[in-house]
């Protein structure tokens, strides 16, 4: 990991190390979907879903920390022992109502619950460093041996009614017209405290494992003692109010053109408090979103000849900061030995779409597509480095920038080549992409790069059979391939002599299967990163990290009733 720099053109080695990750994960998940029908015209549903994952993590870093001022630690090994427990609870109902006497006026309504924590009990860091005895002994320096607990919970509750009214319009056509509004609210409360063993250790037991060396003889005998060395911005609540309404148009201008348009007004506020738990109303930092948009959208759709079809529309989104990225509260990565901490004062940012297709259909699921598309950003949300004592990343809003490019998408059947051929299928896609964000540093000449995280290139392409059809074998495989031009991972400092962080390409296959069993039973297997190809990041001509990410295998049986 290389990003320090004393001067322009200057980059010195920070952390040289090696990580060697063990995780053991458990998945349960539970999903109940059910209705009351009582008519066709009105229809209740209901969907529960349960997701909970536990993690079992062992960490080892190895080799050489920095220090600052481009000096290292002796050889040393960094542990880091966690256990995490996320759960996701979801509930919604919704209803569908025809009312015949409005004209078949349609009315939709739904509500939705969710609620997500996270748990992460006793989680231990801890750093033994070469002695220049020939053997590694426990590190006393603060921060070094580290118990951590934190505990984050996330409610939301969301209401929405669309109202949907069809009519006539000439040459027999039919048009719709469609307004609805939502309320969502959002509330988040995240607390983290930190732990460290202080007092004085017997030179000679330094170098016996941690649970010797913290004995609980040791403990009781009150020659170490556990302090809290939590920090004041270790703990944050947010909340987030979003209203919205919006009205929409479908109008069939010909039998082949259709147009619809319409825009949506979005007031969200988001507030953000980052606090001290000991004395909360002491130099509490509070973060503030409170803006109002109009976010038109077009789209027109030419049928203009058998099998053809053309497309283009206008759209403006809106890009809202993560919670956690507008508070202070920093989070330590162990893998990367680097911290991330959001920024307060970032701002949304606003996004104009512009695209056009063109499309030709051999048949209903078989395509094929060219595209083009430009984009042009408000204030993007950006990641970059911060020149500080530890690596940093956090975040930015940039003035503006602009991204555009072209596509081609296709899906299409082999049975031309031979009718045994006709459930293998290969489809693909490529992409070529520009961007562009201007800025200036400070006290240098205005200069462009390309738009963080955005690759300049992207291909896809699936080869797979499917004959999970009525009357097939209901077999169902496919084998999935990606790989991405450099990206920029994360914005350097050119004043401080860090250069910008790229992500480099590196080859994805992942294998997605299922097999229709008898009594409704359905097996699936998905094989993620078989080839567990090499990852490196660069700075510059060095290389800053490389490594593996494993291989990651899934079963599932399935039952549908």
Do not use: C
Request: glycine share 8%.
């Amino acid at each position: 990991m290389t990003n320090k720099g004393t001067g322009p053109n200057s980059l010195q080695i920070d952390n040289d190390l090696r990580v060697n990750n063990n995780e053991r994960q458990i998945s349960t998940s539970g999903f109940l979907d059910w209705g009351v029908e009582f008519s066709e015209r009105n229809k209740l549903k209901f969907t529960s879903m349960l997701l909970r994952q536990t993690d079992d993590t062992t960490t080892q870093l190895s080799g050489k920390f920095g220090t600052g001022g481009g000096t290292t630690t002796p050889d040393s090994v960094q542990t880091r022992l966690g256990w995490i427990e996320r759960q996701l609870f979801d509930q919604q109902v919704s209803g569908k109502h025809i009312l015949p006497k409005l004209n078949d006026l349609q009315l939709d309504w739904r509500y939705s619950f969710a609620q997500a924590t996270r748990k992460e009990p006793d989680r231990r860091d801890y750093l033994y460093s070469d002695s220049g005895q020939g053997d590694y002994e426990l590190s006393q320096s603060a921060g070094d041996f580290e118990r951590q607990w934190g505990e984050l919970t996330d409610t939301s509750n969301q209401v929405a009614l669309d109202l949907t009214q069809p009519f006539d319009i000439w040459s027999n056509l039919k048009a719709k017209a469609k307004i609805g509004g939502l309320m969502f609210f959002r509330n988040r409360d995240s607390k983290v405290r930190r732990f460290e063993y202080q007092g004085s250790l017997d030179p000679a037991t330094l170098t016996l494992p941690i649970d010797q060396i913290y004995s609980p003889q040791r403990i009781s005998s009150g020659a170490v003692n556990l302090t809290e060395t939590t920090f004041a911005a270790d703990a944050y609540s947010a909340n987030m109010r979003l209203n919205a309404a919006y009205a929409m148009l479908e109008i069939p201008l010909l039998p082949s053109l259709d147009i619809m348009g319409g825009a949506r007004m979005e007031q969200a506020e988001i507030t953000v408090t980052s606090f001290d738990q000991f004395n909360p109303l002491a130099g509490a930092e509070k973060a503030k979103l409170n803006n109002t948009d109009v976010l038109p959208a077009v789209t027109v759709t030419w049928r203009f000849a058998e099998d053809f079809q053309l497309r283009a529309g206008y759209g403006k989104t809106v890009n809202r900061p993560d919670l956690r990225e507008l508070s202070r509260s920093a989070y330590y990565d162990i893998e990367t030995a680097s911290t991330f901490a959001g920024v307060p004062t970032l701002k949304r940012a606003l996004i104009d779409n512009v695209d056009g297709r063109i499309e030709y259909y051999f048949s209903s699921d078989e395509v094929f597509s060219v595209g083009a598309f430009y984009k042009r950003f408000k204030d993007p949300i950006e990641t970059v480095f911060r020149n500080s004592a530890d690596v940093l990343y956090t975040l930015q809003n940039s003035d503006k920038a602009t991204l555009y490019g072209i596509e081609f998408e296709g899906r299409k059947r082999l049975g031309f080549i031979a009718d045994a051929l006709d459930a293998v299928f290969f489809a693909g896609n490529f992409s070529w992409i520009e961007s562009e964000v201007d800025y200036t540093p400070d006290g240098l000449k205005k200069t462009s790069r390309p738009l963080q995280s955005q690759s300049p290139w992207v291909v896809n392409a699936q080869l797979g059979y499917d004959d999970d059809v009525e009357g097939g074998t209901g077999t169902a495989i496919s084998l999935l391939y990606n790989i991405s031009g450099p990206r920029l991972r994360a914005i350097g400092n050119l004043q401080a002599g860090i250069p910008d962080q790229y992500e480099q390409p590196f080859h994805q296959l992942d294998l997605v299967a299922s097999q229709r069993l008898p009594h409704k039973l359905q097996l699936g297997l998905r094989a993620q990163n078989i080839l567990n190809a090499t990852q490196r990041w660069t700075q510059g001509d060095i290389k800053t990290r490389e490594f593996r990410r494993g291989v990651y295998i899934v079963a599932n049986l399935g039952w549908s009733y």
